[in-house]
């Protein structure tokens, strides 16, 4: 089973950047899809950004042209950099494994890194 464990939250600005990590305890390069999530509060869990095993990569619309995704050469490390940022980013960020066996789904999650965008 693999464990992610996400860091680089923290206070920020707004307009300013930080960039998240999501450090798998294995490769991830075989893994379907590799995520980041947000949850605000009184919030349902969004999808932020996706990147598959093929390098594809995928965006919330709230979100283009300021984050982008990225793994390591390596394959056990995922990143988010975040420019731009702005209050409504304010949220937990999770890091999520989506895999496939059988036909099957199952998610993996990190803990969560806060997020806090002041403005």
């Known amino acids: 089973q693999v464990q992610l464990v996400e860091s680089g939250g923290g206070l920020v600005q707004a307009g300013r950047s930080l960039r998240l990590s999501c450090t798998a305890s294995?490769?991830?390069?075989?893994?379907?899809?590799m995520g980041w999530y947000r949850q605000a509060p009184g919030k349902q869990r969004e999808l932020v950004a996706s990147?598959?095993?093929?390098?594809?990569?995928n965006y919330a619309d709230s979100v283009k042209g300021r984050f982008t995704i990225s793994r390591d050469n390596a394959g056990n490390t995922v990143y988010l950099q975040m420019n731009s940022l702005k209050s409504e980013d304010t949220a937990v960020y999770y890091c999520?494994?989506?895999?496939?066996?059988?036909?099957?789904?199952?998610?993996?999650w990190g803990q969560g890194t806060q997020v806090t965008v002041s403005s």
């Open positions: 999520n494994a989506e895999r496939y066996s059988g036909g099957y789904r199952s998610d993996v």
């Open positions: 294995r490769s991830i390069l075989s893994i379907y899809a």
């Open positions: 990147i598959l095993n093929t390098g594809s990569t």
